[in-house]
Nanobody, 124 residues
Framework: QVQLVESGGGSVQAGGSLKLSCAVS????????MAWFRQAPGKEREGVAL????????RYVDSVKGRFTISQGNAKSMLYLQMNSLKPEDTAMYYC?????????????????WGQGTQVTVSS
């Protein structure tokens, strides 16, 4: 199973930027995609962005399009999320995840490996 460790969270004012990192170990060729999710208190976990590990193609939830960029390191040992123009509604715990099969989706049910999360807080 893939092991994931996130870092890079913190507190920032609205309009600022943060870059999250996720260290990936135990990666196998059967991991079709990697993704970032977030969960705010009292809300369901939401898929933010995913990247297809073979092609590098990406998908984003509408609320972050044009502001967030997901990328992976050359050896697929790192996953990144560059977050620009941050808004207070981006405040959440952010998790990286690895898919459990060939289907890529922003639904959490297609992922079976999760990191411990890193907190992002955006103040107005």
């Amino acid at each position: 199973q893939v092991q994931l460790v996130e870092s890079g969270g913190g507190s920032v004012q609205a309009g600022g930027s943060l870059k999250l990192s996720c260290a990936v170990s135990g990666y196998t060729g059967s991991t079709a995609c990697m993704a970032w999710f977030r969960q705010a208190p009292g809300k369901e976990r939401e898929g933010v962005a995913l990247i297809y590990t073979s092609s590098g193609g990406t998908r984003y939830v509408d609320s972050v399009k044009g502001r967030f960029t997901i990328s992976q390191g050359n050896a697929k040992s790192m996953l990144y999320l560059q977050m620009n123009s941050l808004k207070p509604e981006d405040t959440a715990m952010y998790y990286c995840a690895a898919s459990n099969g060939v289907t890529c989706s922003l639904s959490q049910y297609y992922y079976n490996s999760w990191g411990q999360g890193t907190q992002v807080t955006v103040s107005s």
